[in-house]
C-alpha cells in the first residue's frame, strides 16, 4: 500500500535455528523424515538438503529439545512439590509426598503374527499438575550394533541407542519399577 518493497529475511543472521533446522524440526513433528521431506520439496520445487545436512541439523534440535524437555520437567516437579508442600503433605523427614500417574508402553501391533517391539518408551505425569514429570526410552535396537554383528565385527565408535537388552515384555515393569525412581528423587 506504501509502494515500498522490503527485504523479509526468513532466516536472520545470528539466529540460531536456519530455516534448514526449522525445516527438519517439523518433519519430525509430522512424524517424518528425510524422505518425506524429499517428497514435500519435490512438490514445491525446492531443492532438497543432502542426508548429511539433515542429520546434522537432527543432532542438534535433539540437544535442545533434551535441554528444554528436562527444564520443563523440572519446572513440573517443582510445581507438584510446593503444592505438596502447601498442604503439608510431607514424610517424617520432611520430602513432600506427590501423587504420579505412570504408564510405559511397547506395541504388539503387527500383521496376525505375534510381534514385539524393539522399543518402548514410558512417561510420569504429576496428579496436580498434569505436567510431565519424566520420560523414558528403551531401545533393544541399533543399526550400527547389528550390522557390525551381521559382519562379525566389532562396531566402530558411535552413538548408540541401545540401552536395553532384556525381553520386550519386561520392559513396562523396568518403567514401573527402576525409572520410577528418579524423579521422586529430583522433587526431593
Ligand atoms: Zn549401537
Given at each position: 500500500m506504501c509502494n515500498e518493497k522490503f527485504h523479509v529475511?526468513?532466516?536472520?543472521?545470528?539466529?540460531?535455528?536456519?530455516v534448514n533446522h526449522c525445516a527438519v524440526a517439523g518433519t519430525i513433528a509430522t512424524g517424518n523424515g528425510h524422505s518425506q521431506l524429499q517428497e514435500f520439496s519435490a512438490s514445491l520445487n525446492l531443492p532438497i538438503m543432502t542426508t548429511k545436512t539433515y542429520k546434522a541439523c537432527h543432532v542438534k534440535l535433539q540437544m535442545h529439545w533434551e535441554k528444554v524437555s528436562v527444564e520443563s520437567m523440572n519446572q513440573a516437579a517443582a510445581k507438584e512439590r510446593e503444592l505438596a508442600l502447601s498442604e503439608n503433605?510431607?514424610?517424617?523427614?520432611g520430602i513432600p509426598i506427590i501423587d504420579v500417574v505412570v504408564d510405559g508402553c511397547w506395541s504388539k501391533r503387527t500383521y496376525k503374527k505375534n510381534y514385539s517391539a524393539l522399543s518402548g518408551a514410558a512417561a510420569i505425569i504429576g496428579r496436580?499438575?498434569?505436567?510431565?514429570?519424566f520420560l523414558g526410552v528403551k531401545n533393544k535396537y541399533c543399526a550400527i550394533c547389528a550390522q557390525a554383528e551381521n559382519r562379525k565385527q566389532e562396531p566402530k565408535t558411535h552413538e548408540c541407542y541401545k540401552n536395553y537388552s532384556g525381553p520386550s515384555t519386561a520392559m513396562d515393569q523396568k518403567f514401573s519399577s527402576k525409572v520410577l525412581g528418579v524423579p521422586l528423587t529430583c522433587i526431593t
Open positions: 529475511e526468513n532466516d536472520p543472521p545470528g539466529e540460531q535455528l536456519t503433605r510431607v514424610d517424617k523427614n496436580k499438575t498434569g505436567e510431565v514429570l
